[in-house]
């Protein structure tokens, strides 16, 4: 978690420090929250890296890279809360089984349900990546948001 951790606070001292917005961390009645309709929209428990997450910030988007927010929420036309992000692409694509919690422009970040494991799909389609953890998944997100992945 301390990696995590480290990749969080260096993203939010970069857009800090360019006078960039960065979401407040969510307080833990909205945690409450989050974890019952999460686990009612899903039917799966939030992993608690998820949540761990989320108490450092809620959601986060840098460099065309997107973790979404624990809450639904639009500024302008774009959409940045894990309900209506999942809502969006489980009606235009078949991800029947996934849980998507993020994007860039080319791939979703998700857990599929039914294998138990994080996934890198290409929004064209296709596996190209797996992870065995939240963890795991959310620091190489992290890394790609610093430009950090080769």
Same mark, same amino acid.
């Given at each position: 978690?301390?990696?995590?951790?480290?990749?969080?606070? !260096?993203?939010?001292?970069? !857009?800090?420090?360019?006078?960039?917005? %960065?979401?407040e961390p969510v307080?833990?009645?909205?945690? #409450?929250?989050?974890?019952?309709?999460?686990?009612? %929209?899903?039917?799966?428990?939030?992993?608690? #890296?998820?949540?761990?997450?989320?108490?450092? %910030?809620?959601?986060?988007?840098?460099?065309?890279?997107?973790?979404?927010?624990?809450?639904?929420? #639009?500024? *302008?036309? %774009?959409?940045?809360?894990?309900?209506? !992000?999942?809502?969006?692409?489980?009606?235009?694509?078949?991800?029947?089984?996934?849980?998507?919690?993020?994007?860039?422009?080319?791939?979703?970040?998700?857990?599929?349900?039914?294998?138990?494991?994080?996934?890198?799909?290409?929004?064209?389609?296709?596996?190209?990546? #797996?992870?065995?953890?939240?963890?795991?998944?959310?620091?190489?997100?992290?890394?790609?948001?610093?430009?950090?992945? *080769?």
């Open positions: 978690m301390d990696e995590l951790q480290n990749l969080v606070d !260096r993203v939010k001292q970069y !857009r800090n420090g360019y006078g960039m917005s %960065v979401p307080d833990e009645s909205a945690i #409450t929250e989050f974890k019952g309709k999460f686990q009612e %929209v899903f039917e799966v428990a939030p992993d608690s #890296t998820l949540i761990e997450f989320y108490r450092m %910030v809620d959601g986060l988007e840098h460099n065309g890279v997107r973790v979404y927010a624990s809450k639904d929420r #639009t500024s *302008g036309q %774009v959409e940045h809360g894990i309900y209506q !992000r999942n809502e969006l692409w489980h009606n235009e694509e078949d991800l029947t089984g996934c849980m998507l919690f993020g994007e860039s422009d080319l791939d979703l970040f998700a857990f599929d349900k039914e294998n138990e494991e994080y996934i890198v799909l290409f929004k064209s389609g296709g596996v190209i990546e #797996t992870f065995s953890s939240c963890e795991e998944m959310l620091v190489y997100v992290m890394k790609l948001m610093l430009d950090e992945v *080769g």
